[in-house]
């Protein structure tokens, strides 16, 4: 099925690249600069979309083991992600129900129970709590009605999605509307995770916008990989999450192969996002590779940071495997930090002046298009609407 689905994209692709097209979106689509800037806008996004849809927080390499478990901040919410002993994932607030406090600090671990570090109750890999400090002294409470607070929680193809709401029903296969079964075509879940790091930048869709666009790459990036590549795009999507792919010539050769043989490497090229705030990009270095690019914005509408996570398919065999591997990493820090964000950051106090009014996504930016589209409608909706937008495919 999904399968078949990636030989439609391709046979879409090499036919627009014989013909020398791109498929093209039918206006020119003008965004208020407003929305980049506007305190109130940003609040909005952080409660309607940050704090209400499945966000992808976390992949399989990263907790591969029983008792695995990452703490990390995400739109504000302190979160625990861990696999318990059955192999299940789980996700929490990473609060104590006692007074509150934080039970685990962020970074990544191994634990049989979660002790707070301030009053020492203790929860187990489930989140019950299973043992109070002191409890003949500290009077009568039901443990069955004190767990940490469970988060909704899905693991597929190799990543994992939490949804930051406790309260949610917004089922998170139906949220991803079939891209998930693309995704399990890299096999993530045997992938290995070799290193992360956070990079600090603009409002986070300045920044995202950046990934969802090709047309810059030749141009921005022309000093450092971007020279090579085309600045067209063809984007699809599965409900908002799209996949960007320059016309790929490589794809023209496979056409005289019988459809069966065409490796399945061949048909993942381009970068792979998932809305609202991630993007998957293939590189090389040490061996086949991705960026994995997690979007979070900071603590104002003017900041977001941005963990880069390295994920290799086998981990390096070598030390010189390890260290082009690093330099590859390195590299891409370079060129987020010092091109796509050193301009999103200028960007950002250039629109801050309100001296335009909007700013625009051509044709050929669909993909941009889309996001924006996107947002709005998923910001317009109500909970009870909401679950009916991911049902179009
Ligand atoms: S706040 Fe956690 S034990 Fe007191
Ligand atoms: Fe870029």
């Avoid at 003949?136 to 899905?154: A, H, R, W, Y």
């Avoid at 908002?240 to 090229?269: N, Y």
């Avoid at 990493?329 to 091109?339: D, I, M, N, T």
Wanted: with cysteine.
């Amino acid at each position: 099925m999904s399968r078949a689905e990636l030989i439609a994209t391709a046979r879409d692709n090499a036919a627009h690249v014989k013909a020398g097209t791109i498929a093209q979106a039918d206006d020119v689509l003008m965004v208020p600069a407003s929305k980049y800037t506007d305190p109130s806008r940003w609040q909005l996004e952080m409660d309607g979309i940050f704090r209400r849809i499945p966000l992808m927080l976390a992949v399989t390499a990263e907790l591969p083991n029983p008792g695995d478990y990452k703490a990390m901040e995400a739109a504000g919410m302190p979160v625990i992600i861990n696999r318990d002993r059955s192999g299940v994932v789980h996700a929490f607030v990473n609060m104590c129900s006692h007074r509150g406090a934080q039970l685990v600090a962020p970074g990544r671990g191994n634990s049989n129970r979660f002790t707070c570090p301030y009053h020492a109750w203790s929860y187990n890999q489930t989140g019950d709590l299973v043992g109070i400090f002191a409890e003949q002294d500290f009077g009568e409470i039901d443990k069955k009605c004190n767990s940490l607070t469970p988060l909704p929680v899905q693991e597929r193809a190799g990543l994992i999605w939490v949804t930051l709401n406790p309260k949610s029903t917004l089922n998170i296969s139906e949220f991803l509307c079939g891209y998930d079964d693309l995704l399990a075509n890299w096999g993530f879940e045997n992938w290995h995770f070799f290193d992360s790091r956070v990079v600090k930048g603009p409002n986070w869709k300045i920044a995202y916008d950046g990934y969802l666009d090709l047309y810059h790459l030749p141009i921005l990036h022309k000093d450092t990989f971007g020279s090579d590549f085309p600045h067209r795009a063809i984007y699809y999507g599965w409900g908002p999450h799209q996949r960007a792919m320059g016309p790929d010539p490589s794809l023209l050769k496979l056409l005289d192969e019988p459809e069966e043989e065409w490796p399945t490497q061949s048909l993942l090229s381009g970068v792979w996002t998932i809305f609202p705030h991630i993007s998957i990009a293939s590189f090389d270095g040490g061996g086949r590779g991705v960026m994995l690019s997690q979007l979070f914005p900071g603590d104002t509408p003017e900041e977001s940071f941005t963990v880069q996570n390295y994920l290799m398919e086998k981990p390096p065999a070598t030390e010189e495997i390890a260290a082009e591997a690093k330099e590859q990493f390195k590299f891409l820090e370079y060129v987020v930090q010092e091109e796509d964000y050193a301009t999103g950051l200028k960007q950002q106090r250039a629109l801050k002046t309100g001296a335009k009014p909007e700013v625009m996504f051509g044709r050929n930016e669909e993909g941009g298009q889309n996001f924006h589209r996107w947002l709005d409608e998923i910001l317009a909706a109500s909970d009870e609407e909401l679950p009916a937008l991911f049902t179009r495919r």
